[in-house]
């Protein structure tokens, strides 16, 4: 009716125009299994399926407990490492664009394990970036952390045309964190605020992020980071996350 109101000129344009139509997605976001993870993250896999590069291996450790954007991750400084969190305030737009606002121009200190504390520590003796084969003056470029997970992912049996299936990528911690931090009864306002997600369903209650009000997320990302760490063949923790 709008449509016909529009073509006959009796309004100027038709406001359903602008209204954008609802399309499910034709690929939906792939996840890891925990199972997964954990051959991927266990510290003792870091020769073999990583090559022995702690960059790589770190990078998907750190996001795979914060729900980390790549950008996010990359972006992050030396500066920005403390024992118990991150400091979240840019993200990484690659050589053209360099450093930039995060995806939802927040800026956020969000809790991490001492393990993966200790694990980025360990190799990162420079100032400027963490994720950098540069000592720090620009991170690596994300197609290389990209690559590098596919080739982790395929040294434990899932293939890239597997991956391409399942729509894996990087972005996939993110829905790995996600329903772990579920799984584990942390609530979804709460979920949301730590991933950060651009949504108009976030509740005010927990608008700003305080450390000591998430002491429940922390001991979820501990008992991640515990079934990571078991060996292989031990039950892992959080079987929420299927």
């Not at 927040?106 to 520590?121: A, L």
């Not at 100032?127 to 952390?145: E, H, K, L, Y």
């Amino acid at each position: 009716m709008l449509g016909e109101a529009e073509r006959l000129g009796l309004i100027e344009r038709n406001p359903w125009d602008r209204v954008k139509g609802f399309k499910p997605s034709k690929h939906p976001k792939g996840i890891l299994t925990l199972e997964e993870a954990r051959k991927l993250l266990n510290p003792a896999s870091i020769k073999t399926v990583w090559n022995d590069n702690q960059v790589y291996y770190s990078a998907s450790l750190l996001a795979a407990v914060t729900g980390l954007r790549l950008g996010e991750v990359l972006a992050l400084k030396r500066s920005d490492l403390l024992p118990d969190h991150i400091h979240v305030a840019g993200s990484w737009k690659g050589k053209k664009y360099g450093l930039g606002k995060t995806k939802t121009k927040r800026v956020d200190d969000i809790p991490i394990p001492p393990f993966v504390h200790e694990t980025i520590d360990a190799w990162c003796t420079w100032d400027g970036f963490i994720f950098s084969f540069q000592v720090g003056a620009q991170p690596v470029t994300g197609n290389r952390v990209l690559d590098a997970l596919y080739k982790a992912l395929d040294m434990i049996g899932i293939t890239r045309e597997e991956c391409h299936k399942r729509n894996l990528k990087f972005h996939s911690w993110r829905a790995f964190a996600n329903t772990f931090m579920r799984a584990r009864g942390i609530s979804g306002e709460k979920v949301r605020q730590l991933i950060r997600h651009e949504s108009e369903e976030m509740t005010e209650h927990y608008s700003d992020f305080h450390l000591e009000d998430f002491k429940d997320v922390a001991a979820a990302q501990e008992t991640l980071v515990a079934g990571i760490q078991a060996p292989e063949g031990q039950k892992a923790a959080g079987e929420g996350v299927k």
